[in-house]
């Protein structure tokens, strides 16, 4: 008998099957490695603003150079390239989102509503409201309605309780009214904060108000009536100051 031992069946050269095979190896190369090519990062398009208006090519040229100025000589602001020049550091937030259905000849017809709000926390606030078929076009459009509704805030100390020369709450009792709703601002002692809810509150801290009391009467959940009652009482604050 020879003294090689045959191999048995199902027994094999490590790598070749059987008992002895080695650890499997999938794809290419060794476990763990990634040698799939990857796809380079797509940056953000930036997109260039041109103005198209008498007035936006006079801010673009540096001829107007406030937002101030605007509003004192009554001029209408048409594009919201104006005022994202003027107002570098404007925030814009989404309020409120939902879906608005209907039925006509063809079946039902879906659409998104969107509200945002935009202001920079130091005096200006604009709310806007925009519908689409793909709910990032409204807000889109939102976005754009709520920069061109930029309206500048009178603030002060109108709290008999503070009376300092700070500008952190409004200067007076004010009230205003969207729909169904009517909410009106109280000016608050200095380190009170802002004593209204969740929705109501942020538009406050956008508008850069940081002490004041809030009353709200009405279908405070309905955001549209909501907001157009908070932007309502912040007007009257330049209007009559």
């Not at 048409?78 to 309020?95: N, Y």
Request: net charge positive.
């Amino acid at each position: 008998m020879s003294q090689t031992a045959q191999a048995k069946p199902g027994q094999g050269k490590p790598g070749q099957g059987g008992k002895g095979r080695g650890p499997p190896v999938y794809g290419r190369g060794p476990p763990g490695a990634d040698t799939s090519p990857k796809r380079p990062r797509r940056e953000p398009e930036v997109e260039v603003w041109v103005p198209k208006t008498i007035l936006g090519k006079k801010v673009d040229s540096g001829e107007i150079t406030s937002i101030e100025e605007i509003l004192e000589s009554g001029a209408r602001i048409q594009e919201a390239g104006i005022i994202k020049k003027l107002l570098p550091d404007l925030k814009s937030e989404v309020v409120d989102v939902g879906i608005i259905q209907r039925m006509t000849t063809n079946g039902q017809s879906t659409r998104f509503k969107a509200i945002v709000a935009a202001g920079n926390e130091n005096g200006y606030l604009g709310i806007g409201q925009g519908k689409s078929k793909q709910m990032r076009i409204a807000i889109e459009k939102a976005t754009n309605q709520a920069f061109l509704n930029i309206n500048p805030i009178k603030m002060g100390c109108g709290s008999w309780e503070c009376k300092c020369d700070q500008k952190h709450s409004v200067p007076f009792k004010v009230k205003g009214k969207g729909g169904s709703v009517t909410i009106e601002i109280i000016p608050a002692p200095r380190g009170l904060g802002l004593v209204a809810g969740g929705k109501i509150k942020r538009l406050l801290e956008l508008a850069g108000l940081k002490d004041a009391w809030t009353t709200a009467k009405g279908s405070t959940p309905t955001m549209g009536s909501t907001s157009k009652a908070v932007l309502d009482c912040l007007r009257q604050t330049f209007s009559q100051g």
